[in-house]
């Protein structure tokens, strides 16, 4: 059994920053890439920002060069470091991992969310 655990959200004044962790603990041989995403009420899930375990990043445009992406594969933890926040931030953001079983089988994991709220 896996677990990805978020860390970090909060209520933040627009223009501040948080930073997010995500830890994965469990039975798995590998973590692929990694990922954190996004849902506001009403809205789809988005996918924000991607990292492999190589450390290539990807990130949507909307928070390209606010957000930064990143991870240390010896703790199992990916980062979401958050700047310049607005409004239309606010969300349940939640972590993925691409993970590799023991046994050779890979299947995505996500945590259960964290809040972040930029207030205005």
């Known amino acids: 059994q896996v677990q990805l655990v978020e860390s970090g959200g909060g209520l933040v004044q627009a223009g501040g920053s948080l930073r997010l962790s995500c830890a994965a603990s469990?039975?798995?041989?590998?973590?692929?890439?990694m990922g954190w995403y996004r849902q506001a009420p009403e809205n789809q899930r988005e996918l924000l920002a991607a990292?492999?375990?190589?450390?290539?990043?990807d990130y949507a445009r909307s928070v390209k060069g606010r957000f930064t992406i990143s991870r240390d594969n010896a703790k199992n933890t990916v980062y979401l470091q958050m700047n310049s926040l607005k409004p239309e931030d606010t969300a349940v953001y939640y972590c993925?991992?691409?993970?590799?079983?023991?046994?050779?089988?890979?299947?995505?994991?996500w945590g259960l969310g964290t809040q972040v709220t930029v207030s205005s």
């Open positions: 990292i492999t375990r190589g450390g290539t990043t």
């Open positions: 993925n991992a691409d993970l590799v079983t023991p046994w050779g089988r890979t299947y995505d994991a």
């Open positions: 469990g039975s798995f041989s590998r973590i692929n890439a």
